[in-house]
């Protein structure tokens, strides 16, 4: 938006609660083309080019404050209009529009004036309800008003859901390969599906997938995964390398993946205590997640103990969407901090509706590090 020009706009006037969520929306908005122009306690003003735009945006944002992250309806008034822009800041008769039929807006509704109608159309929205034409203050003649139809998405939770709905989509290490079932593997399909029973009944699952090299094993776990998915779950992949040994490789690929998907980058489904205390593995997220800081310099045990702690916790978040498939590959690989931080969730995570899968290289002839040999042996992982 250039300064000091009139222009044709949408505006939307958001109203959230709780108060603490304002800032997980306006980035929606944000992230839906929409420009923030002011923010309050519990309150947004934001600008969008097309009206479409604008009508997708809230669409998105209700659905995200209906669902299980939130739990809690937002109030919106959509208008367009001519508007007036002057350093960044905006004025005029479509921003009492909107700022009018947000103060008449129930939870859970999305007002608008007609020309917002008009121009979004039915593409972006089940379609409008007419509401009759309203009272806006300082206005002299009353405007026509309309409720946007929107549905709720499904809960993911349900087996019969895919979990896109959420917006975790499949990893794509596991959705390449090939859907065609191992042949021979019927007595470790069954282990794991017996585990994938008692993790979507709300435990903690651990399942180690071992062999030679060439044996299957990853194709067996990422088959099975896929099958998770399919009935609804939350698929995660962590994979190590041979030759990029890196501290905590596979935890950064499945936590990246995960947060990225979430709507608001993990906010507010977690505390920005615990997204804080992950930036020493994804530091990336500093500047998508503003305001997020470091937690303050400790010694190296009590470091580790924050960024576990955090880790058991967003997994549990999620878990509280919808079970929790964890498929770590290839640890025999794996460095003595990722297995410490996998035996820390084996004994001392509070996560439930979580299964991990491990597959390992049967022998120890490629672990050349002692304590990251012990650590393996403390998971029987040999």
Known sequence: MDAAASRTSTVMCAAVAPAE?????????????????????????VAFESASAAVAASVEMQRVAASPLIGSPMRIGLATGDV??????????????????LARAAPGQILANNVVRWLAGGATTDGYSPMGPIEIEGLDEPVEAFVLDWQ????AADPGVSIEQNGIPLPAGIATVVRQRLVGREPEWQTLDDAWDRARDGSREVVLVGGEAGAGKTRLAADFARMCHDA????LLG??????????QP????????????????RPLNTDRDLG????LLPQFERLLPGLSRSPAADPETERYLLFSAVDRVLASAAQLSPVVLLLDDI???????????????????????????????????????????????????
């Open 251 to 266: 935890w950064v690929h499945a936590l990246d993946h995960l947060l990225r998907s979430l709507p608001g980058f993990g």
């Open 21 to 45: 969520n304002i800032t997980f929306f306006t980035e929606l908005a944000r992230s839906g083309s929409g420009v923030v122009v002011d923010v309050t306690t519990n309150a947004a003003l």
């Open 332 to 382: 025999h690989w794996a460095g003595r901090p990722t297995l410490e931080l996998l035996r820390h969730l084996v004994r001392a995570g509070s996560a439930a509706r979580l299964m991990v899968i491990a597959t390992f290289r049967d022998g120890a002839a490629e672990v050349t590090d002692p304590q990251t040999r012990n650590t393996r042996a403390s998971l029987q992982i040999d």
């Open 239 to 248: 994979s190590c390398d041979a030759e990029l040994a890196l501290p905590y």
């Open 152 to 155: 709720p998405l499904e809960p």
């Open 232 to 235: 609804g779950a939350i698929v």
């Open 84 to 101: 007036e822009w002057s350093d960044g800041t905006c004025a005029g008769v479509a921003v009492g529009i909107a700022s009018g039929l």
């Open 277 to 280: 205390d992950l930036l020493i």
